[in-house]
């Protein structure tokens, strides 16, 4: 899969990359990553996952440390995008045990699927992303995407048909080491009466 | 005004102006049309407007017809209009609280369901002693009129099992399963 690349000519060229920016020190799969060109349609490209490669320069001893990033997905779910969105809607910002309890618990289809991937991410991160302890996770962004779908007649009267979709889905998880960060809940009732404080502190300007 | 009136009066002037131009491009045709054209009548018939006053085409009614009838959407619903519709605090998934782990295995489990794991083990034992209660029995309705215990490995019977029939397991009591 990855193409490793001996000489330290092509080491020292690629940690030139790595300093400039991160992304490009990500280990080469040929020519095609170290030119800026579209060689690839929208399609083909599986962003998400490329996401896991990028490797971060040695941290010096007085930065701050970078918690563990773990990108994860699976494409070509049988389900639908907006079903699907409704349950990670509900795990964003959770804990991965919390988000893992609250999918075992849910009747839907989609739930199983994601319990599934989200398992499956815990188990990346501690094997290969270097996570100490596998509960220190928190899910920092879910979302999911449209898949490829497949076209089907639906037949109705009078000789009239409809083109059917058999929906696909994706689904993209991304865990963050760490205790899941606390937001603050703001009501309805406190947005509103925020509004009106703004709408009072307004001053007017060449009046009278 | 009446509608078709002002269709026939507008429909009467430009014949008129027709005839002015034939005249004077010194065409005299005097009753024939300089173009007959083949279709949907775009105009209401000349003849048909002194039967009703409101409908210019005269045809029955159907149920189609009525445009009271059928409700139809004005405007697209705009795709903020249908995110506020879908994402509305209703339709979101709640988060739900009474999930605990179980005291007897750890698994969770929902605080008024039994939990899943021991319920499996539970169905696992009971299908084997069924199984075992099938090969004693030999064929369908045999089961007798006395009880059945289900006795274990290093179990004797006691003075209540004289007249019970007995299910031998071969292996040691679960612990889960009272005496």
């Known amino acids: ?208 | 005004m009446n509608l078709a009136a002002l269709l026939h009066s507008l429909r009467c002037s430009l014949l008129h102006i027709e005839n002015r131009l034939m005249q004077a491009a010194g065409i005299e045709r005097q009753l024939v049309p300089a173009l007959a054209v083949n279709g949907p009548s775009l105009l209401p018939p000349v003849e048909e407007q002194q039967l009703e006053e409101g409908q210019s085409l005269k045809r029955p009614p159907g149920v189609l017809d009525s445009i009271f009838w059928m409700a139809a959407p004005k405007k697209r619903r705009t795709i903020e209009v249908n995110r506020t519709r879908r994402r509305a605090e209703s339709k979101l998934i709640k988060v739900k609280l009474n999930i605990e782990p179980c005291p007897e295995c750890g698994h969770l489990k929902q605080k008024h369901i039994l939990c899943g794991f021991c319920y499996a083990k539970v169905c696992k034992e009971t299908a084997l002693i069924r199984h075992q209660i099938k090969a004693m029995e030999g064929g369908p309705l045999g089961a007798p009129t006395v009880e059945t215990v289900v006795l274990y490995v290093d179990e004797t019977p006691s003075d209540l099992d004289k007249d019970r029939r007995i299910v031998e397991r071969p292996r040691k009591r679960p612990a889960w399963f009272g005496q």
Not at chain 1, 104 to 127: H, P, S, T, W, Y
Not at chain 1, 139 to 156: D, F, P
Not at chain 1, 165 to 184: A, M, N, R, S, W
Request: charged share 25%.
């Open chain 1, 1 to 208: 899969m990855a193409a490793t690349m001996t000489g330290c000519g092509v080491a020292s060229i690629r940690s030139i990359f790595g300093l400039v920016h991160p992304r490009l020190a990500t280990v080469a799969v040929g020519p095609q990553q170290l030119c800026c060109l579209h060689t690839s349609t929208t399609l083909e490209t599986k962003n998400w996952e490329r996401r896991n490669k990028i490797v971060y320069p040695p941290q010096l001893p007085g930065e701050p440390r970078r918690p563990a990033e773990i990108h994860h997905s699976r494409r070509q779910i049988k389900y639908s995008k907006d079903k699907m969105w409704y349950l990670a809607k509900m795990i964003r910002g959770m804990s991965i045990d919390e988000a893992v309890a609250q999918l075992q618990f849910n009747d839907k289809k989609g739930a199983k699927i994601m319990r599934e991937v989200l398992l499956e991410a815990q188990e990346m991160a501690v094997k290969n992303h270097n996570v100490e302890y596998k509960s220190n996770l928190y899910v920092a962004e879910s979302h999911t995407g449209k898949g490829m779908y497949l076209k089907r007649i639906r037949y109705h009267g009078r000789g009239m048909f409809g083109i059917m979709d058999k929906v696909y889905c994706h689904f993209f998880v991304k865990l963050v080491e760490g205790p899941p960060p606390i937001t603050e809940k703001k009501t309805s009732l406190d947005q509103a009466n925020e509004y009106v404080q703004l709408l009072k502190r307004r001053t007017v300007i060449h009046s009278l």
